[in-house]
């Protein structure tokens, strides 16, 4: 199954747009829109003005959807998030008061800063889609992706994500700092106006919906989920590895793929697709043993050493 032109056009739209927000970042911005894609939530961890927020903002404004933005501290109560019931003494009733949380496009700006009890509150709509608020279920809009942004040099007044936390982001990857020539472009271009004023929608909520219902349907062969599966069990077995991949992993992974797959403009999807997306896919998963951190281990030297050890399927069927 071939994407169709109307979605090949609105994807290429956005990448344009997200490229002229961010210089020399393609890479990253087709990991975003792979996210966007296949539904997942994303958390960006780099320091401190490399384009994160400008990233987000370029890519809400892109598809047209509701977009808000929480600036997380340790004063942020769960109820600043989902929202609150007030009571309204004319109509002699509680009202719900929706929080930014129901919306399109989430962006949970420096996350580590809030308390672990407001992180909580962010589980339920990360996986289930919805929220609960004085016992009554309020469903998300759709499609709903959270983008969190963390410091990583920063760690005075942070907590630390949860394991739990970290396994309900698809992706977690960083920016970076662009090189010399991208760096003088991106001051030259950004000079007389910032990038974001000239972005335009190019498509809408509901046409991303239909695109993330299409990638859904990609095909992958029994021989790459096998491949997959194969990734995953050699992670949990690795010697430098306390606590390997667990099958939401997996099962990420392999939307991942699918929703890459579609993006390219194919309608399978290839062990090339698991190799690009794996690391930041499952590198935020893996626990490392001490020992192994010590030597100087990490979770993308780990995953190397499991693709050498894993052979790749070669006969698949389209």
Do not use: W
């Not at 808000?68 to 004319?90: A, E, F, M, W």
């Not at 407001?118 to 759709?142: F, K, N």
């Not at 700092?177 to 509901?206: C, G, R």
Request: negative net charge; glycine residues 6%.
């Amino acid at each position: 199954m071939e994407t169709t032109v109307a979605h090949t056009q609105a994807l290429a739209q956005m990448q344009r747009n997200l490229e002229s927000c961010i210089l020399g970042k393609s890479h990253e911005i087709q990991l975003l829109l792979t996210a966007l894609l296949a539904g997942g939530h994303v958390l960006l961890e780099d320091v401190p003005g490399t384009g994160k927020t400008v990233l987000i903002k370029a890519l809400a404004k892109s598809i047209h959807g509701q977009f808000r933005r929480i600036q997380c501290n340790p004063d942020l109560l769960p109820t600043d998030i989902t929202g609150v019931s007030i009571y309204h003494p004319k109509q002699e009733e509680f009202l719900f008061r929706p929080g930014p949380v129901l919306t399109n496009i989430l962006l949970v700006d420096e996350i580590n800063r809030a308390t672990t009890k407001t992180q909580s509150a962010l589980l339920e709509a990360m996986e289930e889609r919805h929220i609960t608020v004085d016992g009554e279920l309020h469903p998300l809009p759709t499609p709903f992706l959270l983008l969190a942004t963390q410091n990583p040099i920063d760690f005075e007044g942070t907590y630390t994500l949860p394991e739990a936390q970290l396994d309900r982001f698809m992706f977690k990857f960083s920016l970076g700092y662009p090189d010399a020539e991208t760096e003088q472009k991106m001051i030259l271009s950004q000079s007389k106006q910032h990038p974001l004023e000239s972005i335009e929608a190019v498509t809408d909520a509901e046409h991303v919906y239909a695109m993330q219902k299409q990638a859904r349907d990609i095909h992958i062969d029994d021989a790459v989920v096998a491949y997959l599966v194969a990734i995953a069990r050699a992670t949990r077995e690795h010697p430098s590895v306390f606590l390997g991949t667990s099958p939401r992993a997996t099962i990420s992974l392999v939307q991942a793929c699918k929703a890459y797959a579609f993006l390219q403009g194919r309608g399978y999807v290839i062990p090339d697709d698991v190799k690009f997306l794996a690391p930041y896919v499952l590198g935020h998963r893996l626990i490392l043993k001490s020992e192994a951190i010590m030597e100087g281990a990490t979770s993308v030297s780990v995953l190397e050493k499991v693709f050498q050890s894993v052979p790749v399927p070669i006969r698949l069927e389209k």
